[in-house]
């Protein structure tokens, strides 16, 4: 089993920045890939970013490319979404979530573990 636990939302302007954290226990996480989601009201989840546990390989949606940067501390066994430039339709709540195989990193069905979320509201 793996425990995921997010903080760092919160509200904040157009233009600002947050940083999102996601802390990781249970289980050794070298050979997972672990992602970032959101899922706005009334919409369905999507992805955000990713990062492999192992050598650190990022992935992002298009949205949020150039913007928002995913990293990894391993001896924290903590991974960060650092969010700049931030737009009212960022507005939503973010997920972590683990995923053993790696294979298809931005289907949220692929992740075997997720955290309770954290709300991150931009205002215009």
């Known amino acids: 089993q793996v425990q995921l636990v997010e903080s760092g939302g919160g509200l904040v302007q157009a233009g600002g920045s947050l940083r999102l954290s996601c802390a990781a226990s249970?289980?050794?996480?070298?050979?997972?890939?672990m992602g970032w989601f959101r899922q706005a009201p009334g919409k369905e989840r999507e992805f955000v970013a990713a990062v492999k546990w192992s050598g650190g390989r990022t992935f992002y949606a298009d949205s949020v490319k150039g913007r928002f940067t995913i990293s990894r501390d391993n001896a924290k066994n903590t991974v960060w979404l650092q969010m700049n430039s931030l737009k009212p339709e960022d507005t939503a709540v973010y997920y972590c979530?683990?995923?053993?195989?790696?294979?298809?990193?931005?289907?949220?069905?692929?992740?075997?573990?997720w955290g309770q979320g954290t709300q991150v509201t931009v205002s215009s």
């Open positions: 249970g289980r050794t996480l070298s050979e997972y890939v």
């Open positions: 979530a683990a995923d053993q195989l790696g294979l298809l990193y931005s289907k949220p069905s692929e992740y075997d573990y």
